[in-house]
Structures are given as structure tokens and as C-alpha cells.
């Protein structure tokens, strides 16, 4: 059994391993998904942030911690701060990695620096992660940025609309709703199955009770990285063509299960723009945004 790490021990370190791309899980994006576009096949190039759910990383059922994360201080430092939150990052994609290759990922933590926002003390940790193809050619160059925030006053359960706890199906998570336009639709199975594909226990994302009673959310949280590669993938549905070679990625505020939202993809000067925006379609309010460029 292993348990917490101490504190005083801790010291950023690299994290070398083989991974192959499974086929399986390729295909498990695809069903989840669900919107008609071709199940990339062994060979074929692995679509734009896909890598978060082909190359899944299980922690042992002994190294997780009461949210559902592994323990702090073994890869990630002992951030004392309990709220953890995926705030953006940014991919380069200088090769294509295909799938059924074996790849090797290499990841670091960069930074940890404490800052004060409005809500309170904050810790922002950045974690850098490359993953290079069987001959050896840099094929993503990625940063993420995890933020950890002071803990929420515990509150009672709300009731659950029909929808939030999944007695109405969602159905396919994009459904056109306009050019360049998808209605983004969620609900527990589909966070549940998403969790399950990315290798993500954070109980936030499935636990109901836990999410609004001890981290006080109105409901269960749809993931940032959900979001993110929903916002990606509009630009399979668009296909025109071009090929993505950088993108970067922000989220600004929690999506709720089974909230009304809307996905836009917008060309601009250079490259494309992805936002999920909720049932207002205010830009200036949304819940994650992707800038595109391409090669």
C-alpha cells in the first residue's frame, strides 16, 4: 500500500515511457463521439488531441487520493490547495503519430508558482510532455496548466433536473445546429465514459454527492479536456482540408452536466477559432475557447 508522499522529499523529475497507440481506444473516442466521421484505423494519423484518450495513464488503485487523483508529491508536487482545475495549455503537432505505433512520452513538471486571485490563493502548476514516434521525430510538443484553489464551503445536494441526472438520454454530443455551428450536449454517461477513456478518477466528473457536497459544484462537472477536444474536433466536421499544426487552449469557467451549450468554429486571418459558449452565445462568456493554426 502506498499512501501520501512527504512533502520535504519532493523534486521535479521526468517520466520516460513506451505507449502504444491503441487501436481500442482510438476507437472508443470514436463511439463516444459518435458523429459519422471515419474510425481512424491502424496506420491512419491520430486526429488532434486525441492522444489524451489513446494513451491513457492508470494510477494504481493504491496511489489515489480522496478526489479521485493520484497522491501529490510523487510526479505532481504536494500542492496542499484540494481543488484541482484543467486551465488550458498549449500543442504543437511538428510529426503525426499514427495509430497502432509505439510512441515515447516524456513529461515534466516546469513550474509551480502560488498566486492570489478572487477566489482566493491559487498554486498554478505547468506540465510540459513530448511525445516522439518509433523513429524517433518530435510529433507533439505540449504544455498543460493545472490550477489547485482553496477548498469550497461543503453545501447540501440540489435536486437534479431530469437531464442532469441522466433520466433523459443526451444522445450523440454534437448535433448540428447551424453552419459551423453544433449543439453540445452532455450527460452522466457520457462523463462517465469519457472519464473511463482518459484514465481520469476525478470523482467531480461522476460522484454526485461528492461533487456538490464537499467541492460544493451545482452538479457534476464536464470535463475541460471534454471540452477541449469537442472544440477540436470541429474541425474534422468542417474538413476543409487543412492540417493543424499548433493549437492553443483555454478554459475560463465550468460547464455543468446537461447545461445548454453550443459549439462555433470561425476562420480567422490565421488559422480558425473554436468556443464553447453557453445558451446566450455571449463569446465573452465562454466556457473554453481553441485558437487553431495550421500548416
Known amino acids: 500500500m502506498t499512501g501520501p508522499h512527504p512533502a520535504g522529499d519532493w523534486q521535479p523529475h521526468t517520466v520516460v515511457t513506451d505507449e502504444l497507440v491503441d487501436p481500442a481506444a482510438v476507437r472508443a473516442v470514436a463511439t463516444l463521439f459518435d458523429d459519422d466521421l471515419p474510425v481512424p484505423g491502424v496506420g491512419d494519423p491520430l486526429p488532434p488531441l486525441w492522444h489524451w484518450a489513446a494513451l491513457p495513464r492508470w494510477a494504481a488503485s493504491s496511489e489515489l487520493s480522496v478526489d479521485g487523483h493520484p497522491f501529490r508529491g510523487s510526479f505532481l508536487p504536494p500542492v496542499e490547495l484540494p481543488r484541482r482545475m484543467f486551465a488550458g495549455g498549449s500543442v504543437r503537432f511538428p510529426g503525426v503519430i499514427a495509430v497502432g505505433d509505439v510512441v515515447r512520452r516524456s513529461s515534466t513538471v516546469e513550474s509551480v508558482t502560488e498566486k492570489h486571485g478572487r477566489s482566493g490563493r491559487l498554486v498554478v502548476v505547468v506540465v510540459s510532455t513530448v511525445l516522439s514516434a518509433s523513429d524517433g521525430a518530435v510529433a507533439v510538443r505540449e504544455t498543460q496548466n493545472l490550477v489547485y484553489r482553496e477548498a469550497a464551503t461543503p453545501t447540501a445536494a440540489p435536486v437534479a433536473s431530469d437531464e442532469a441526472a441522466g433520466l433523459v438520454p443526451a444522445g450523440p454530443p454534437l448535433v448540428p445546429a447551424g453552419r459551423h455551428r453544433w449543439d453540445f450536449r452532455t450527460d452522466p454517461t457520457l462523463l462517465m465514459r469519457f472519464s473511463a477513456a482518459t484514465a481520469n478518477a476525478h470523482r467531480i466528473h461522476y460522484d454526485w454527492p461528492y461533487a ?37 487552449h483555454r478554459s475560463s469557467k465550468p460547464l455543468f452536466c446537461a447545461d445548454r451549450a453550443q459549439l462555433v468554429y470561425t476562420a480567422t486571418p490565421d488559422g480558425a477559432r473554436a468556443e464553447l459558449l453557453g445558451p446566450g452565445g455571449d463569446a465573452a462568456g465562454a466556457h473554453s475557447v481553441v485558437d487553431l493554426s495550421f500548416a
Do not use: F, K, N, W
Not at 459544484?217 to 475541460?224: A, F, N, T
Not at 471540452?227 to 474534422?236: E, I, V, Y
Open 212 to 248: 456538490t457536497r464537499v467541492e460544493g459544484y451545482p452538479g457534476l462537472v464536464v470535463h475541460g479536456p471534454l471540452m477541449t477536444m469537442a472544440l477540436a474536433q470541429t474541425h474534422r466536421l468542417v474538413a476543409d482540408g487543412s492540417r493543424i499544426a499548433a493549437l492553443t
